[in-house]
């Protein structure tokens, strides 16, 4: 049987943007430029700098973005009138690659309470949208705010009709949150039987957190024929924060035989740019974050350290390496038990008899009551009191 191709995924940065809209998030003009020199650093594909129109800061930065990255697509978002489109133009025309992400809702509750529009007239407004923005921009992304609580119906008439005018990607959020996996992944193989001439153009997905499926969504979402993942640097986002970069781009690398596909991105890069980031906006992840938090390559449990030390593979799915840290971190601690800690005196270079062994794992077992983490200096700080052999 012939292999199927493995599927290229576009990565979708939308940290400055969705990412920096939520609570807590705000960045200075060069606070942006710096992560968006990283996020190129890491491979991503289109950054999205910001919502031009939205305010001087955020056209400053898609501005200054344009500038000083190289070959990856600038994007700014815009609504579906003349005035955003003009905005996102003027801030993107230095950009190498620049996109223009137009948007409008387009669910029965976000027409009636935030639009006050009829089904008709938000479809005029996207058509007119695209056929304006192809005055200026060649890359047009057209999204249907809250997708998936729009009629599915109305939902393939908008998008048949962007591309009809020349939108090259359609974009179907989950903009609060709302979908399953399955419910997700069925939702686009309908949209992508649907809709008219769909075949040559980049099918986008864009997920929120509220109920933790973000990832989970957006993974569906792959295998249902999305080709673009939007997402954002450890997950920030509004509210509960939009799916996160870096768990995406390591489930489809460390489960290609499942997913099939593969990403630009250079997961050694990840930590770095997951750090940038704390680092900018002084909020930490959560120690066990998948792939960025601190416990994410950390064994304490005794039985896991000593099945690691004889075989990484046996509780790690993904090396440190790969996502660009030195090693695993083997912690000490009361879980860790005899053995390791055996293995780490002895790596330390201390030759004791077994009396003196228990004496000083008895010591280790008290100061574990007291403290998190046990450290080298604090073993050397019970063997130099429990004992006397200490090393050269
Ligand atoms: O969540 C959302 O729907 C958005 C759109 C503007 C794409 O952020
Ligand atoms: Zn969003």
Not at 350 to 366: H, K, M, P, Q, R
Request: net charge negative.
């Amino acid at each position: 049987m012939e292999e199927m191709e493995m599927k290229r995924i576009t990565i979708f940065d939308t940290t400055l943007r969705d990412g920096e809209q939520a609570p807590g998030f705000t960045m200075n003009l060069s606070e942006k430029v710096k992560i968006a020199k990283q996020l190129e650093k890491l491979g991503v594909d289109v950054i999205e700098a910001g919502f031009a129109i939205a305010s001087p800061g955020d056209f400053n930065a898609i501005r200054e973005i344009s500038r000083n990255v190289g070959n990856v697509s600038v994007a700014s978002l815009a609504r579906t009138t003349k005035l955003d489109i003009d905005r996102a133009w003027e801030a993107l025309q230095f950009a190498k690659k620049p996109r223009i992400h137009l948007f409008i809702a387009t669910s029965d509750v976000h027409l009636k309470y935030k639009l006050k529009m009829t089904k008709d007239e938000a479809l005029k407004s996207a058509v007119e949208a695209v056929r304006y923005a192809k005055r200026f921009f060649d890359d047009i992304e057209f999204s249907a705010e809250d997708a998936v609580r729009s009629d599915l119906g109305f939902l393939t008439e908008i998008f048949t009709a962007v591309i009809a005018e020349g939108a090259k990607t359609i974009n179907i959020p989950d903009t609060v949150g709302y979908t399953t996996p399955d419910e997700y992944y069925a939702f686009i193989k309908t949209l992508k039987n649907q809709i008219t001439n769909i075949e040559n153009v980049n099918i986008s997905v864009h997920c929120h957190n509220d109920l933790g499926f973000a990832v989970a969504n957006s993974l569906a979402a792959i295998n249902a024929g999305a080709t673009q993942i939007e997402c954002t640097i450890n997950g920030i986002g509004e509210r509960a924060g939009n799916a996160a970069l870096e768990e995406i781009v390591m489930a489809i690398d460390t489960r290609k035989d499942y997913f099939n596909c593969y990403t630009n991105v250079d997961t050694k890069q990840i930590i770095k740019t997951s750090k940038l980031l704390q680092n900018i906006t002084g909020v930490k992840v959560q120690p066990n974050k998948a792939i960025v938090g601190d416990n994410a390559f950390a064994h304490e449990a005794g039985i896991h350290q000593h099945g690691m030390l004889q075989e990484r593979t046996t509780y790690e799915i993904m090396t440190p390496e790969s996502v660009g840290l030195e090693t695993s971190k083997i912690v000490l601690g009361k879980h860790s038990g005899r053995h390791a800690f055996i293995d780490r005196v002895k790596a330390l270079g201390y030759v004791l008899d077994s009396t003196e062994l228990e004496t000083a794992y008895g010591a280790f077992i008290d100061l574990c009551d007291k403290k998190k983490e046990v450290y080298d200096a604090d073993i050397d700080a019970i063997l130099n009191k429990e004992t006397t052999h200490i090393p050269e």
